[in-house]
């Protein structure tokens, strides 16, 4: 069993940055990587960005990347979403999720969840 608590969101200016924090405990030697989703009112649950726990790879969505970037630190079991840049469309609430199993892009294939934590940019 993994708990993960999500955390860092908040209300920004177009342009601006967040960094969102996601702490994982209980059996984390379980996982294999974790990852960063979002989801917009009305719209479906889209990955965003993922990290591999073993070698640190990295895998972004298109549309964010260049801008935002995801970081490991092991001995905290804690990884980090760096958003810069950004833009309306980044507005939705962010999701960390952990996953015990070889997967990236899926949301479905991902075994824990945090709570989310809400992220809005305006003009």
């Known amino acids: 069993q993994v708990q993960l608590v999500d955390s860092g969101g908040g209300s920004v200016q177009v342009g601006g940055s967040l960094r969102l924090s996601c702490a994982a405990s209980?059996?984390?030697?379980?996982?294999?990587?974790m990852g960063w989703f979002r989801q917009a009112p009305g719209k479906e649950r889209e990955f965003v960005a993922a990290?591999?726990?073993?070698?640190?790879?990295?895998f972004y969505a298109d549309s964010v990347k260049g801008r935002f970037t995801i970081s490991r630190d092991n001995d905290k079991n804690t990884v980090y979403l760096q958003m810069n840049s950004l833009k309306p469309e980044d507005t939705a609430v962010y999701y960390c999720a952990a996953t015990i199993r070889r997967a990236t892009y899926t949301a479905r294939l991902y075994d824990y969840w945090g709570q989310g934590t809400q992220v809005t940019v305006s003009s």
């Open positions: 209980g059996r984390t030697f379980s996982m294999y990587g």
């Open positions: 990290i591999t726990w073993s070698s640190g790879s990295t």
